[in-house]
């Protein structure tokens, strides 16, 4: 059975930093891109970064550039964003997103962050 668990969400004060984890099982993990995505209050679902199956390989959308950085962890079968600098528009449910080369994708359900005072 494929999970992806994601943690790490809560509140945090403007300036402060989260580290978010997505745990993956049931699935060749070191197989399959891994990237994070958010979807704030009304508004579409939206890619925050990337990290190919090789751990160097990184892409983060202009919002993250500088402040967030994605890693895995091939072993513990674990992709993880560390995001620093936060904002309250950076307000938003984090879900973590499996895609094979074959196209099979896999979410999970998601972890709340909220950025306030």
């Known amino acids: 059975q494929v999970q992806l668990v994601e943690s790490g969400g809560g509140l945090v004060q403007p300036g402060g930093s989260l580290r978010l984890s997505c745990a993956a099982s049931?699935?060749?993990?070191?197989?399959?891109?891994m990237s994070w995505h958010r979807q704030g209050p009304e508004e579409e679902r939206e890619l925050v970064a990337l990290i190919g199956t090789a751990e160097d390989a990184t892409n983060y959308a202009h919002f993250a550039q500088g402040r967030f950085i994605i890693s895995r962890d091939n072993i513990k079968n674990t992709v993880y964003l560390q995001m620093n600098s936060l904002k309250p528009e950076d307000t938003a449910v984090y879900y973590c997103?499996?895609?094979?080369?074959?196209?099979?994708?896999?979410w999970g359900q998601g972890t709340q962050v909220t950025v306030s005072s």
């Open positions: 049931g699935f060749t993990f070191s197989n399959y891109i």
């Open positions: 997103r499996a895609v094979s080369l074959s196209a099979d994708i896999y």
